[in-house]
């Protein structure tokens, strides 16, 4: 699948950089991934469309028919030919890298706003708890490349001179893979208009897509004791879809229907997709947002960071999270509306991001509650799964 980029948006002034050049890949350290663990793991059986059959002839109906399972049971599956290349993929690690061995000082002038539920930028890690010890997450979010963010979040002088590949890349992953799947998820449902879930999520209209940078610091056995070896603390994305580029480091799990939690292995050349709880929310829960979570990996590779990059698909901020009506197949299942009241994407947003982004309050709600949910708006409780 060739690179399409949607030619809506303008991008975005360039910023001023003292001396670029020291930033030039030639003057980077290239990301290496870590090796495969040797271990035997329970791995999780997915899909992987391959996205050059899209656009030869019946392609979107073979693609769909292939996902009808992975949407409606499991949540997560693979594409690979995406339109990004190797290379491409290689130097947005290496940013990755580099901006996490940043001195705190510096990263610390782009942190977020954790009070007011605004996540763009750097989350430091150490904010919350699991067992005895604090997470060791790193996160850096980038928004989208849009008039409504321009100018409103600072970045390194690292990322500044690299700007317009990291907008080549967030909008190549907007056009070559969401875009194409909402195209699919519509015909899986049988709606009258293949495009219908593409003009919720355009890209050139406000909505909280975002790409990211993200590590898992290596930890010492001791630590790994203390925090339960991460086997708890599973969750649901927020947004549509969420995507993540290939990452040795084994460590993600999904909850299956049985209970059991198994491992996504890292497909060479592929994108691993999970469906995310907005596109479960308008479809009355028929598209499964999967729950997952990121474990302790394996011994072998404890020694090893875990460096992620990630784009987070999500609806203009004004699409209300009702039911499609026009699907025959959410009218057969007779899905209904999972709030009260009309919720808009913005509002569940701030609902969502306010527990996510401050653990104080997330465990004064637990607490309160008693029952392992809290209510994040409108008689929506969100869960946590151990």
């Known amino acids: 699948m060739s690179a399409v980029i949607t030619k809506t948006a303008k991008p975005q002034v360039s910023f001023p950089v003292e001396n670029p050049a020291q930033y030039s890949y030639e003057n980077l350290t290239p990301y290496v991934h870590p090796p495969e663990t040797k271990e035997e793991l329970p791995w999780a059986e997915l899909v992987t469309l391959d996205l050059e059959d899209y656009d030869r002839p019946g392609g979107k109906e073979r693609l769909a028919k292939q996902l009808e399972h992975a949407v409606h049971?499991?949540?997560?599956?693979?594409?690979?030919?995406?339109?990004?290349?190797q290379t491409q993929i290689d130097q947005q690690f290496t940013l990755a890298k580099h901006f996490f061995?940043?001195?705190?000082?510096?990263?610390?002038?782009?942190?977020?706003?954790?009070?007011?539920?605004?996540?763009?930028?750097?989350?430091?890690?150490?904010r919350s708890k699991n067992g005895s010890t604090v997470d060791a997450v790193e996160i850096f979010n980038i928004p989208k490349f849009t008039p409504d963010f321009e100018g409103k979040y600072t970045r390194p002088d690292l990322l500044n001179a690299h700007l317009p590949e990291i907008e080549h890349f967030s909008?190549?992953?907007?056009?070559?893979?969401?875009?194409?799947?909402?195209?699919?998820?519509a015909i899986v449902l049988q709606l009258p208009d293949e495009d219908y879930l593409v003009r919720q999520h355009t890209y050139d209209k406000k909505s909280e897509d975002h790409f990211r940078y993200m590590i898992y610091h290596k930890r010492t056995p001791e630590e790994h004791e203390a925090s339960g070896f991460g086997h708890s603390g599973g969750h649901t994305d927020l947004g549509t879809v969420t995507l993540l580029f290939r990452q040795p480091v084994a460590g993600l799990q999904i909850l299956g229907d049985d209970g059991k939690w198994t491992y996504?292995?890292?497909?060479?050349?592929?994108?691993?997709?999970?469906?995310?709880?907005?596109?479960?929310?308008?479809?009355?829960?028929?598209?499964?947002?999967s729950i997952h979570r990121v474990v302790a990996p394996p011994k072998d590779q404890w020694e090893y960071e875990r460096t992620g990059l990630l784009y987070f698909s999500r609806p203009h901020n004004d699409v209300?999270?009702?039911?499609?009506?026009?699907?025959?197949?959410?009218?057969?299942?007779?899905?209904k509306s999972r709030f009260e009241k009309p919720v808009t994407m913005e509002e569940w947003v701030k609902a969502?991001?306010?527990?996510?982004?401050?653990?104080?309050?997330?465990?004064?709600?637990?607490?309160?509650?008693?029952?392992?949910?809290?209510?994040?708006?409108?008689?929506?409780?969100?869960?946590?799964y151990a």
Do not use: C, M
């Open 73 to 85: 049971h499991v949540g997560f599956f693979y594409v690979k030919n995406f339109g990004l290349n």
């Open 101 to 126: 061995e940043l001195p705190t000082e510096e990263k610390a002038k782009h942190e977020v706003k954790y009070e007011t539920a605004n996540y763009n930028g750097w989350r430091r890690a150490g």
């Open 171 to 185: 909008k190549s992953l907007h056009s070559n893979v969401v875009l194409p799947l909402l195209r699919l998820f």
């Open 264 to 289: 996504v292995s890292a497909q060479p050349g592929t994108i691993t997709v999970n469906l995310a709880d907005t596109i479960s929310h308008i479809t009355g829960g028929w598209l499964k947002s």
């Open 320 to 335: 209300v999270l009702e039911p499609i009506v026009d699907s025959p197949v959410l009218n057969a299942a007779g899905v």
């Open 352 to 384: 969502k991001q306010t527990i996510q982004l401050n653990p104080e309050i997330a465990a004064k709600k637990y607490a309160e509650s008693g029952d392992g949910t809290v209510e994040l708006i409108a008689g929506f409780k969100d869960r946590k």
